[in-house]
Nanobody, 121 residues
């Protein structure tokens, strides 16, 4: 049974930082590309970042967020700096068999349950 479990969300002030983690089990983590998405209330799920043979970021987070992975720990990370109120959303990690960069939620095979990030003063 494949499981993706996000953690690290919370309430942070504008300009603050958070690091999200995604612990993966039930699949060969090192052989999957991984991504972070987010979904704000009333909005569609939005691509944030991808890691495969390289990394890729949405325009809205590039330069502020950093995606990384530790294959020995089966864990994906998202370091978020310079947080803004518009970053408020539920953040999801997702896994896909390698197919090159894709930012489309429909292409991903496995999803976590999400972790809430709220940026507010």
């Amino acid at each position: 049974q494949v499981q993706l479990e996000e953690s690290g969300g919370g309430l942070v002030q504008p300009g603050g930082s958070l690091t999200l983690s995604c612990l993966v089990s039930g699949l060969t983590f090192s052989r999957h590309d991984m991504a972070w998405f987010r979904q704000a209330p009333g909005k569609e799920r939005e691509f944030v970042s991808w890691i495969g043979f390289s990394t890729y970021y949405s325009h809205s987070v590039k330069g502020r967020f950093t995606i990384s992975r530790d294959n020995a720990k089966n864990t994906l990370y998202l370091q978020m700096n310079g947080l803004k109120p518009e970053d408020t959303a539920v953040y999801y990690c997702a896994a896909v068999s390698p197919m090159g960069l894709t930012t489309q939620p429909k292409d991903y095979d496995y999803w976590g349950q999400g972790t809430q990030v709220t940026v507010s003063s």
